[in-house]
């Protein structure tokens, strides 16, 4: 987005364009992606509740939102987001919208997720309550509180724990009220590709976030360690969706995903042979385009088993 770089002149953009900025629509196929195979799988043992798939994808993106915004502005608070950072200007940071409007917009939209799972948890009773809790959580923690984790090089695991494990296997027992071990192995792929979308930003910003003391796990992991460390997330992914299909549970469909191996090769090269931020940017764009279609074509290859 064009405009996200010329947030320092915030007379050039509208009201709507800088929230856009503050939401960051590029990381929602993040919260979007796993609902769908989650939803699919659920499909091959029986028929779904449409209103509670919209609920459950609603509340993802709402918890996404949340979650950048959250991060936004506690990132401006702790510092962290300076002129020298590679990446789109934050809002808060930037000026261009007040820390109270931000934190604001933060609590209305962890409001809204928990509208969207009020019907999930008359359905799917309690347990739901849980999952929406330690995501809400979870999303605040991350940047936010007196220990943000994001800042101590646990990102990557929270983000597969609950972009992958647990938004997948969460919107399977939605619809079905039980859980099979499809689910949690389906999950692993999802949350593989949702981490490499914050590794390819933390690889970005590794300078940075360095000289501001956040400790990521490219700080901690250095350069060269953390781009091995996305090429075996990304390559572990395809295995990882393709193992109930190889012990025969379900029929070749879902090895559709393999139509998304250029876009994972072109990023795992960009990702190792440059280190300035228009490129990066670009390529945290693919991340979420690669996970996008992925899901997308392993939604495609349940649904047709």
């Not at 050039?12 to 195979?37: E, G, H, K, N, Y």
């Not at 996305?230 to 549970?249: E, K, N, R, W």
């Not at 931020?277 to 764009?285: C, D, E, F, S, V």
């Not at 385009?289 to 649904?303: D, M, N, P, S």
Request: glycine share 10%; proline share 6%; net charge positive.
């Amino acid at each position: 987005m064009n405009a996200e770089r010329t947030q320092k002149n915030p007379g050039t953009l509208s009201s709507l364009q800088i929230w856009l900025i503050a939401a960051r629509p590029r990381t929602l196929p993040a919260a979007v992606a796993p609902v769908l195979v989650g939803t699919a799988l659920a499909w091959t043992a029986g028929p779904l509740d449409w209103v509670a798939f919209v609920a459950a994808s609603l509340g993802a993106v709402f918890i996404q939102v949340g979650t950048n915004l959250s991060n936004d502005y506690s990132d401006a608070r702790r510092g962290a987001d300076t002129e020298e950072r590679l990446g789109p200007v934050r809002v808060t940071a930037g000026g261009l919208v007040p820390p109270k409007q931000v934190l604001f917009a933060t609590y209305a939209s962890f409001a809204m997720a928990v509208l969207c799972g009020v019907y999930l948890i008359i359905i799917a009773g309690p347990v739901l309550l849980l999952i929406g809790a330690a995501s809400i959580l979870a999303g605040v923690l991350y940047t936010g509180g007196p220990r943000p984790y994001g800042y101590e090089g646990f990102g990557e695991i929270f983000v597969f724990a609950f972009f992958g494990i647990v938004a997948v296997t969460g919107s399977y027992y939605i619809q079905r009220q039980s859980l099979e071990w499809e689910a949690f192995v389906l999950a692993v792929p999802v949350g593989l590709l949702a981490s490499a979308i914050l590794v390819v930003n933390n690889v970005r910003d590794l300078d940075t976030d360095r000289r501001a003391g956040k400790k990521t796990l490219a700080v901690r992991l250095g350069r060269a360690n953390t781009r091995t460390l996305l090429t075996a997330m990304i390559v572990l992914a395809y295995p990882a969706a393709l193992a109930p299909s190889l012990i025969g549970f379900f029929n070749g469909w879902p090895a559709l995903v393999l139509l998304t191996a250029p876009l994972a090769f072109s990023l795992i090269k960009t990702v190792r042979s440059h280190t300035d931020g228009p490129t990066l940017n670009r390529a945290l764009a693919l991340a979420g385009l690669l996970e996008l279609a992925f899901c997308v074509l392993l939604t495609i290859g349940l649904l047709l088993n």
